[in-house]
């Protein structure tokens, strides 16, 4: 029997006695295991062995999962510093803690948010606490860390601790096909009325075509089912690739983008829209306040004066204002987004790109930034998807009808709408979608239609609805996951991103 040089090296050192996996016939044969594993198919077609498959499974520490194993994980060093150091719950500083844990770098932050998400205390101002009820020897991740890094059998160990060890990327999962071959009575009949090897061309090359002998060499078969190694190559975030279609999507409604700066002027930001000067989120930490510059040099002195006006007096014949106090001063501090909305009242002022002629349309898909305590659902920065309808006679059917439409695009068509209230928008919703694993109801945007209050003082006069949308948010409806820090930051789920199908 003739037989390609593969096919007949396998064959030789398979066994009708014994199953031998892939990987031992790759050794005995020193031929690489993908083709060993093609020559085992191709034998298998021939009826001269079977091929049985089992899957297992492997989870092998990282480096970083070794080294934790050895030095304990770094939340729980933090919450032996800081009851070493604060003799139980008594709230002591951070730094000292830090310092008293060894913490250095990444492993800083990563003591943190694992802190915090096992309730091993409180971090509240600069002090951190350890709760006296917490038994770091039983922490189930630790556990199953050490477990795994003595080289611990996989079955058994707690499921959702090797789930948390894995999205800290402590541990690597994997499965593979074990392939074994046995020689079948065919086979043994073959090896033993002899086999030659066939000579077969495993690539066409230039010489085979110029010379025209390929006409009449014999070629190997390829087998495209076989395993291959797995190459991971770079791919755009999933937030940026649904960045990119939300903003396709608005374009395709008639939208145009609007751009401006990510540190703006409170002017910009609160008091155009009708935010009064003594609002608790303008006086509170809730705000990323610049130190260099502090102030913006100037503001138009036509709109400073209108808005102004609008805070002190209010709009219309029966406005009334806030009659609170308004400084430009105040007005000139700079500081970070905390919404794109400052981009809206830039665009509809007029100071933009111009007077605009009613209808318009515009949007943004843009970073802001927000002082909030981290949880699942915050971060201290976001993507907001802000976007406003000029218009005559807009109503809540406009919104709500643009809302559905939008949604709609990303397969999201459950909306729920709830009153709300924004000092700049009257009537104002908030939007909720159903997250597609746990069917709660989960925040996705604000919205509403500018007051006059707003639109007069820019020399708007004619309706504006308008929103602020949250990417983040949205994604979570789309793919399903949980936790906003999946996505991002340092806790983010690298598998997750690899592997999620974009759906366009
Ligand atoms: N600025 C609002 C927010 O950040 C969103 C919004 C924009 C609401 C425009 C109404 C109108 O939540």
């Known amino acids: 029997m003739q037989l390609p040089q593969a096919q007949a090296a396998v064959l030789e050192a398979a066994s009708a006695r014994e ?81 008293a844990a060894d913490l250095e770098g990444a492993a800083v932050d990563i003591a943190l948010s694992n802190y915090a998400r096992k309730g091993y205390g409180t971090i509240d101002g600069g002090e951190i606490t350890a709760d006296p009820a917490v038994e770091p020897d039983a922490d189930p991740e630790a556990r199953t860390l050490d477990s795994l890094a003595e080289g611990g059998a996989v079955s058994g160990l707690d499921g959702e601790s090797l789930e948390a060890l894995e999205r800290r990327g402590l541990v690597d999962r994997s499965e593979t096909t074990v392939r074994e071959l046995t020689l079948t009575e065919a086979g043994v009949t073959a090896l033993m009325e002899g086999v030659e090897v066939a000579e077969t061309v495993g690539r066409l090359t230039p010489a085979l075509l110029t010379s025209g002998e390929w006409r009449d060499v014999e070629f190997a078969e390829y087998n495209v089912g076989a395993d291959a190694e797995r190459i991971e190559g770079g791919r755009v975030h999933i937030l940026r690739q649904t960045a990119e279609r939300v903003k396709d999507v608005l374009v395709g409604m008639g939208f145009r983008e609007m751009e401006g700066p990510h540190v703006d002027a409170d002017f910009w930001i609160n008091d155009c829209l009708f935010m ?205 996951f949980e936790d906003i820090r999946d996505i991002h930051g340092t806790l983010c789920d690298l598998d997750l991103l690899r592997n999620t199908e974009v759906t366009y």
């Not at 498959?53 to 080294?67: F, H, L, Q, Y």
């Open 19 to 99: 199953a031998q996996s892939i990987d031992e016939l790759a050794a005995v044969t020193e031929l690489p295991p993908e083709t060993v594993t093609g020559a085992a198919f191709g034998l298998e077609e021939a009826g001269l062995v079977t091929v049985s498959e089992r899957v297992e499974e492997a989870v092998t520490p990282t480096d970083e999962g070794i080294e934790y194993a050895e030095r304990g994980l770094p939340e729980l060093r933090l919450y032996e510093a800081a009851s070493d150091v604060g003799a139980g719950d008594e709230p002591v500083p951070m730094g000292q803690v830090i310092g």
């Open 276 to 480: 009064p000067q003594d609002h608790p989120a303008r006086t509170h930490w809730d705000r990323f306040a610049l130190a260099d510059p502090t102030h913006i040099e100037e503001l138009p002195a036509d709109l400073v004066e209108a808005v102004e006006r609008a805070h002190r007096e209010g709009v219309g014949e029966d406005g009334e204002g806030y009659h609170s106090p308004w400084d430009e001063e105040f007005a000139r501090a700079l500081a970070l987004r905390g919404h794109t909305t400052s981009l809206s009242a830039r665009y509809l002022s007029g100071h933009e790109i111009g007077e605009l002629e009613p209808p318009q349309r515009f949007f943004s898909v843009e970073k802001v930034y927000r002082n909030d305590t981290l949880d699942p659902t915050h971060l201290l920065e976001f993507f907001q998807i802000e976007g406003w309808v000029m218009a005559e006679g807009l109503s809540v059917r406009d919104l709500m009808g643009t809302f559905e439409e939008f949604y709609a695009q990303f397969g999201i068509t459950d909306l729920e709408f709830k009153p709300h209230y924004n000092p700049y928008t009257e009537p104002s919703f908030e939007l909720f979608g159903t997250h597609p694993t746990t069917g709660e109801l989960v925040e996705i945007g604000n919205s509403g239609i500018f007051r006059p209050e707003m639109l007069e003082p820019l020399g708007v006069d004619c309706d504006v609805m308008a929103w602020g949308l949250a990417l983040e948010r949205l994604l979570m409806l789309m793919y399903g």
